[in-house]
């Protein structure tokens, strides 16, 4: 598949001097109003579609996400030579952005952090076996590769695999598999005596064991036990943990511009609610305690905002220190915002009835995917 973006026009010349300009090209305008067709095609204008996915076995609807894979998105992350759409990471962050608006219920940012691990370090027969049908959305792909030891240390592997004979076998057990329970094939990361390495597994192979629950959001998420699990040597990504750590920064932007998707969802809906919903004769926002919160609330958005444009722009030297800022920040305000629209709706902004609670939900486990804030404030610090 040929590149289809290209790069962002972000920095445009006057005769004043360099100034930024957010307007986005022709490609990645198309992008992001593919995406909003999608979402308002699958998901409408109120919360009837979402909690149909949610209820759904897997978490997610198979017909949404067929529907997804024809967008392109699953794509995004994947370079050309693999068959991917070659996009960077701006356009990533824009789909990411709009899905986060129309709060979906499908494992996008899920199935691209597998996506982007199997472009990376995949063999080209694993390419063709499991990445291409990934892209195209007839499977799904898990990485397994937390652990409760690990404290959110993401080079803390406690798993084990050993050759016998022609074979390996793993031993270990991964909690918080984002899409493990649905997923048909899982990335298990596992030490060797030369380091740690990725393995491919089916997730019905013998010596799996899958407890799935679900996570606050709703979604379905696996701890995995794997006790004895053979797979072929071949199963074996190319390179060691050190390919791990490009696709924590990608994944750590996606989510945090969706989470900035959501909360200026929330935002805008809260704007409305104290527009319209009166006490003591007049509107909530009349009121300058309110307009208070509110403008405090949309500061909080724009510097987001900024903090995920910021990390999408950086150089890539400087992209995973950028990224992991973006997602500390990002995660901290979303919070806040969300916190914010559920106290000005009072006690129905929990309920099931508004999308108030779903984003909130969301954004919790958004929050701490691949480390919670703390987390990435560390690699942050120690990036500097």
């Known amino acids: 598949m040929a590149r289809l973006f290209r790069p962002c026009r972000v920095l445009a010349a006057n005769a004043d001097g360099a100034r930024m300009n957010f307007d986005p090209t022709e490609d990645q305008a198309l992008l992001k109003a593919a995406v909003e067709r999608f979402v308002s095609d699958s998901y409408g204008t109120d919360l009837t579609a979402r909690r149909a996915a949610r209820l759904a076995e897997t978490g997610f609807s198979a017909t949404h996400w067929a529907r997804l894979a024809a967008t392109g998105v699953l794509a995004l992350p994947v370079s050309a030579a693999h068959g991917g759409l070659g996009a960077g990471r701006v356009e990533l962050m824009l789909a990411m952005e709009a899905l986060g608006r129309g709060l979906i219920a499908e494992p996008v940012l899920e199935a691209a952090i597998a996506a982007a691990l199997l472009d990376a370090a995949g063999t080209p027969a694993q390419q063709a076996d499991v990445l291409a049908p990934l892209i195209a959305g007839d499977r799904l792909v898990a990485l397994a590769h937390a652990e409760r030891d690990a404290r959110h240390n993401l080079a803390h592997v406690g798993a084990t695999a050993r050759a016998v004979g022609a074979d390996v076998l793993i031993d270990g057990t991964k909690i918080a598999v984002l899409a493990g329970g ?12 030369d380091g740690i390495g990725f393995w491919l597994a089916p997730a019905a192979a013998p010596g799996v064991d899958r407890r799935r629950y679900r996570l606050a959001d709703g979604s379905v998420a696996a701890e995995i036990t794997l006790r004895q699990v053979t797979v072929a040597a071949d199963a074996r990504l190319a390179g060691g943990v050190a390919k791990l750590w490009p ?12 989470m900035l998707g959501i909360m200026t969802l929330l935002f805008d809906t809260t704007l409305a609610y104290v527009k319209t919903r009166t006490q003591f004769g007049q509107p909530l926002g009349a009121f300058q305690v309110i307009q208070h919160r509110m403008t405090d609330a949309y500061v909080l958005v724009e510097q987001a905002r900024s903090q995920v444009f910021r990390a999408a722009l950086a150089p890539d030297a400087d992209f995973a220190r950028a990224a992991a800022g973006a997602k500390a920040y990002v995660a901290e305000a979303a919070l806040a915002v969300a916190h914010t629209a559920v106290q000005l ?14 984003g909130l939900k969301r954004i919790r486990v958004l929050a701490l995917t691949f480390g919670d804030a703390n987390a990435a404030i560390d690699d942050y610090r120690q990036a500097a």
């Open 182 to 193: 649905a997923a048909d094939t899982l990335i298990v990361s596992a030490q060797t005596a």
């Open 247 to 258: 696709v924590v920064a990608m994944a750590r932007l996606a989510a945090a511009a969706e």
């Open 345 to 358: 709706h009072g006690g129905m902004g929990v309920t099931d009835e508004l999308v108030i609670g779903h």
